[in-house]
T-cell receptor, first 113, second 112 residues
Framework: EPEVTQTPSHQVTQMGQEVILRCVPISNHLYFYWYRQILGQKVEFLVSFYNNEISEKSEIFDDQFSVERPDGSNFTLKIRSTKLEDSAMYFC???????????FGEGSRLTVL | RKEVEQDPGPFNVPEGATVAFNCTYSNSASQSFFWYRQDCRKEPKLLMS???SGNEDGRFTAQLNRASQYISLLIRDSKLSDSATYLC?????????????FGQGTRLTINP
C-alpha cells in the first residue's frame, strides 16, 4: 500500500539553527500539507500546497517557515531559525482531492534545545 | 467560536459498552467531515469519512447534522483496542482553497 514517508524521524537541534524536514507524498496525490502537534496538544494546520504554490497557511506559518517541492517527489518544510517553541511532532500529509482524505506520514519529532 | 470543537474527555468505559462522541464546527460551508484515530505518539489514521446520510462501518457509526453543525461517532461493543484519541476533522473553505482542521481530540480508554 502506498504511503507517505518522512525523514528524519527525530531531529535534535540547537535554538537558532535551520532545520529541514523531508516528506515523500504518495505519488499520484496532488495536495500536500504540513501539520504540527506539540506534545499533549491538538494537531494544528500549518500549510497546504498545490500546483507548486502555497494555497493556504495558518498564523503559525510565519516568515521563519517555508515549504518547497524541489523535484517531482519530495516536499520539504524548512524552519530558518528554530525556537524552543518549535519543538513538536511535524506531520506531512497528502491527498488526491482538495478536501479529501489525508494520508499522514509517521511524523518527524523536532526537539529544539 | 472554535472552528472545530470536541469534548477532550477523558472517557473511561468498560469493555463492551457503547460510547458516543460529538464534534461541532463553526463554518456552515464545510462539506467534508472525517473521524481519525490517533494512538499515543503516532500519526492520525482515518477511521471513517462522514457522509450526509450517515454511515456505518462495523461497530462504528458516524452521523452528520448540518442544521446544528455537528458530527457524531458511535462505537458499539467497545474493545480494549479501541483505546485511543479520536479526532474530528472538518474542511474549512477559504476563498477557493481548503484547509482541513482538527478538533483537539477526545481521549477514550476502554477498561477490562
Amino acid at each position: 500500500e502506498p504511503e507517505v514517508t518522512q525523514t528524519p524521524s527525530h531531529q535534535v537541534t540547537q535554538m537558532g539553527q535551520e532545520v529541514i524536514l523531508r516528506c515523500v507524498p504518495i505519488s499520484n496525490h496532488l495536495y500536500f500539507y504540513w501539520y504540527r502537534q506539540i506534545l499533549g496538544q491538538k494537531v494544528e494546520f500549518l500549510v497546504s500546497f498545490y500546483n507548486n504554490e502555497i494555497s493556504e497557511k495558518s498564523e503559525i506559518f510565519d516568515d521563519q517557515f517555508s515549504v518547497e517541492r524541489p523535484d517531482g517527489s519530495n516536499f520539504t518544510l524548512k524552519i530558518r531559525s528554530t525556537k524552543l517553541e518549535d519543538s513538536a511532532m511535524y506531520f506531512c500529509a497528502s491527498s488526491v482531492l482538495a478536501a479529501g482524505q489525508l494520508f499522514f506520514g509517521e511524523g518527524s519529532r523536532l526537539t529544539v534545545l | 467560536r472554535k472552528e472545530v470543537e470536541q469534548d477532550p474527555g477523558p472517557f473511561n468505559v468498560p469493555e463492551g459498552a457503547t460510547v458516543a462522541f460529538n464534534c461541532t464546527y463553526s463554518n456552515s460551508a464545510s462539506q467534508s467531515f472525517f473521524w481519525y484515530r490517533q494512538d499515543c505518539r503516532k500519526e492520525p489514521k482515518l477511521l471513517m469519512s462522514v457522509y450526509s446520510s450517515g454511515n456505518e462501518d462495523g461497530r462504528f457509526t458516524a452521523q452528520l447534522n448540518r442544521a446544528s453543525q455537528y458530527i457524531s461517532l458511535l462505537i458499539r461493543d467497545s474493545k480494549l483496542s479501541d483505546s485511543a484519541t479520536y479526532l474530528c476533522v472538518v474542511n474549512i473553505p477559504i476563498q477557493g482553497a481548503q484547509k482541513l482542521v482538527f478538533g483537539q481530540g477526545t481521549r477514550l480508554t476502554i477498561n477490562p
